[in-house]
Nanobody
Framework: QVQLVESGGGLVQAGGSLRLSCAASTWIFTFNTMGWYRQAPGKQRELVATISRGGVTNYADSVKGRFTISRDSTENTVALQMNSLKPEDTAVYYC?????????WGQGTQVTVSS
């Protein structure tokens, strides 16, 4: 059974930084893609960033230049470094992992950015 556990969320002032981590219960190269999604109150869940098995990254336009996704295969973790945070980044952030044809989700971690 695949388990994804997010950590690193919290409250930060605008302009600050947070680093989120997603720990997988299996070797991360099991998955074609891993990534981060977020859901703000009253909003639909949206893609933030992804990284493929081959290391190709993709970012939402709203976070390009501010967020960086990375992975550590020795720890089976995927991280999201978030810099220059804005109040509109406030959301629950979810880790996602996709093997062929399926998707797994973590429970989410709250990120709150205050003015």
């Amino acid at each position: 059974q695949v388990q994804l556990v997010e950590s690193g969320g919290g409250l930060v002032q605008a302009g600050g930084s947070l680093r989120l981590s997603c720990a997988a219960s299996t070797w991360i190269f099991t998955f074609n893609t891993m990534g981060w999604y977020r859901q703000a109150p009253g909003k639909q869940r949206e893609l933030v960033a992804t990284i493929s098995r081959g290391g190709v990254t993709n970012y939402a336009d709203s976070v390009k230049g501010r967020f960086t996704i990375s992975r550590d295969s020795t720890e089976n973790t995927v991280a999201l470094q978030m810099n220059s945070l804005k109040p509109e980044d406030t959301a629950v952030y979810y880790c996602n992992a996709q093997p062929d044809g399926f998707a797994y989700w973590g429970q989410g971690t709250q990120v709150t950015v205050s003015s």
